[in-house]
């Protein structure tokens, strides 16, 4: 990397200029990207955004000619404080240039500004960029799906003796966020979490996050202690044969034959009637053992997968 023309601009060895995100690099970059090609990928463009202190994040472009060609992010995350997330996006014409790692080692060099101790990016399986992150000293930690569960490919359970209940509850309950926030930590034990059941209200239950309704197990045995058992927020508020966003998860205190048991039941109530969308972590290991199985069966369908590298 060169010298700086000024205190806002970088050229790079590889002849572009660098400069901080600015409003309408959004539509720039997209008339040289083009569409998103997945939900992933919609996401991690949202990424992009004016750098902030609070949350901390940095994000760049880089230019050919006057032109934004590039871009590359790293922010903070408020629930996940060990490790900064990375993304970049280079146009086609200008890839395979060691841009994207020219954009990397302009923003460590701002990471040295925040306390977070590492680096954290995915992508696309079999994609270009799982090649740059593992030449970057990048490693996998955790594999990611969006998983289609199709219409009736669970059998409905009988919950009649089980000691089990299927209750609907509000999605501002405190005892569900705060089951929603623990499960969360449990999961995420691969990326340390903070999630609290404030956290968890505001950013997988509030109104404005699309929570259009929860559903419960809940323990009603004789013997029972009255906990919830495994949980299901929808986020599509009305059923149609397009699949249902949902988030399934249990009391982390269970057992994982247990939990898988509740995780079966739950998610074939769900897809009675009409197809689930949800993702699957490998962290999740009863959930990812159903979900397995209905794939292998040809009951549900990978409708993208991503892998987590960490450095």
């Known amino acids: 990397m060169s010298t700086t023309h000024d205190t806002d601009r970088l050229t790079l060895e590889s002849g572009l200029t660098v400069r901080p995100w600015a409003e309408g690099d959004d539509l720039a970059l997209l008339q040289v990207w083009g569409d998103p090609e997945n939900a992933m990928h919609h996401q991690d463009r949202a990424l992009l955004r004016p750098s902030s202190n609070d949350p901390w994040s940095r994000c760049i472009v880089a230019e050919d000619q006057g032109v934004p060609v590039a871009a590359a992010t790293i922010l903070r995350s408020s629930l996940h404080p060990d490790k900064l997330s990375f993304y970049a996006e280079v146009a086609p014409d200008h890839r395979?240039?060691?841009?994207?790692?020219?954009?990397?080692?302009?923003?460590?060099?701002?990471?040295?500004?925040?306390?977070?101790?590492?680096?954290?990016?995915?992508c696309a399986k079999r994609s270009a960029a799982q090649c740059f992150l593992k030449d970057n000293g990048f490693s996998k930690i955790q594999t990611t799906r969006r998983i289609v569960v199709q219409a009736g490919a669970l059998r409905l359970p009988d919950l009649e003796g089980t000691g089990l209940d299927l209750q609907e509850i509000a999605t501002g309950s405190v005892e569900l966020s705060g089951l929603v926030a623990e499960y969360y930590n449990a999961v995420h034990d691969w990326d340390r979490a903070e999630m609290t059941i404030g956290k968890a209200q505001q950013l997988l239950l509030d109104d404005t996050t699309g929570a259009s309704g929860a559903v419960i197990l809940r323990d009603v045995s004789e013997d029972g202690d009255g906990a919830i058992r495994a949980f299901a927020v929808s986020y599509t508020p009305e059923r149609t044969e397009d699949p249902a966003d949902v988030l399934i998860g249990w009391n982390p205190e269970l057992g994982e034959t247990e939990a898988e048991d509740h995780v079966r039941s739950l998610l074939a109530l769900?897809?009675?009637?009409?197809?689930?969308?949800?993702?699957?972590?490998?962290?999740?290991?009863?959930?990812?053992?159903?979900?397995?199985?209905?794939?292998?069966?040809?009951?549900?369908?990978?409708?993208?997968?991503?892998?987590i590298y960490a450095r």
Request: charged fraction near 30%; proline fraction near 3%.
């Open 270 to 307: 769900l897809a009675a009637r009409y197809p689930v969308e949800l993702e699957v972590d490998d962290s999740m290991a009863p959930l990812k053992v159903v979900t397995e199985e209905l794939v292998a069966d040809g009951d549900a369908e990978v409708d993208f997968e991503a892998i």
């Open 96 to 122: 395979r240039r060691g841009v994207a790692a020219e954009l990397l080692a302009v923003l460590e060099v701002e990471a040295g500004n925040c306390s977070a101790t590492g680096l954290k990016a995915r």
